[in-house]
Every structure is written in C-alpha cells, then in structure tokens.
C-alpha cells in the first residue's frame, strides 16, 4: 500500500473553531495577494493554528 504524503513544507494548519470574519483577518479595503499572504500567515502565527508533522 501507498504511504500517504506529508503536507509540503511540514506544516499543517487547522481552522477548525474559528470565528473571525475575512473583513477582519485582512480588513476592508483591497490588498494584493503578498500583503494577504502576509496577512494570513500573521494570523495562524498569533492563533497558533500552525503545526509542524
């Protein structure tokens, strides 16, 4: 049998039992996608939502 793939880069992220809006992880106005990702990654690191397999 096949053994199944790790997640590329080792990290496994879970947004299980969040609540927060998109309007507030990345606020109002329009932002390019490297200030979102920026964005994101801030908010996975202040929740630690991240974790390494």
């Known amino acids: 049998m096949a053994k ?3 997640a590329f880069g080792g990290y496994s992220i ?3 039992g ?3 809006t998109m309007e507030s ?3 109002g ?3 390019g ?3 979102m990702t920026k964005k994101i990654w801030a908010y ?3 929740k630690k939502l991240a974790g390494k397999r």
């Open 4 to 6: 199944s793939k790790k």
């Open 14 to 16: 879970n947004f299980k």
């Open 18 to 20: 969040c609540k927060d």
């Open 25 to 27: 992880v990345f606020g």
């Open 29 to 31: 106005s329009p932002i």
């Open 33 to 35: 996608p490297s200030d």
């Open 44 to 46: 996975v690191k202040r």
